[in-house]
């Protein structure tokens, strides 16, 4: 193995990428992180809100989970902020998610991605940069809620990539240039 190649694999290794992903070519790891993005961004608003909207239905969450409320500081409406947001966590899933998938299964994995990373930030991070404490006070009625929505964004998240690279795949192996190859 060349020296070069070690180097990609230690650097790749580092970064969460497998060796795998380090054989294919720009274009299909570009795809799966672009792929990533929508599949957070539309696991936030599909999964999501479709859980916000049956929760609102039930009187257990106040409002509607979409909301073009401007959010500071530049105004964006408050469901693209958070899908923003969503997309950006669900390129960490695309990167992490055949390791996911080997140790606990497609959607297992994904559950495990929404459970782990994305609920912990929320809980250990963003609640306590907005003054709210960690975990919000961690309120008992709360506590299952904010478990449920990172949950379905998880699997979420997990059922749109895979749809997204199993649709991916058939368009390359459909184009005119692997037709001639």
């Excluded at 070069?4 to 694999?9: E, G």
């Excluded at 992180?33 to 479709?50: C, E, K, P, R, T």
């Amino acid at each position: 193995m060349s020296n070069q190649r070690n180097v990609a694999l230690v650097t790749g290794a580092a970064h969460g990428i497998g060796a795998a992903s380090l054989n294919a070519p720009a274009s299909t790891i570009s795809m799966r992180l672009f792929l990533g993005f929508l599949a957070g961004f539309f696991a936030h608003l599909v999964f999501q809100g479709a859980l916000g909207g049956i929760l609102y239905a039930a009187d257990l969450v106040p409002a509607l989970p979409w909301s073009l409320m401007p959010v500071a500081p530049l105004g964006v409406p408050k469901s693209l902020s958070l899908g923003f947001w969503a997309g950006l966590w669900g390129i960490a899933y695309a990167v992490l998610e055949p390791r996911l998938t080997a140790l606990f299964g497609r959607l297992p994995g994904g559950l495990v991605f929404g459970l782990a990373l994305p609920l912990a930030a929320h809980w250990f991070v963003s609640l306590p940069l907005k003054g709210l404490g960690v975990g919000g006070g961690f309120h008992l009625a709360a506590v299952p809620i904010e478990v449920a929505f990172h949950a379905i964004f998880g699997i979420g998240v997990a059922i749109l990539l895979r749809s997204g690279l199993v649709l991916a795949q058939r368009r390359v192996r459909a184009s005119p240039e692997a037709l001639q190859s």
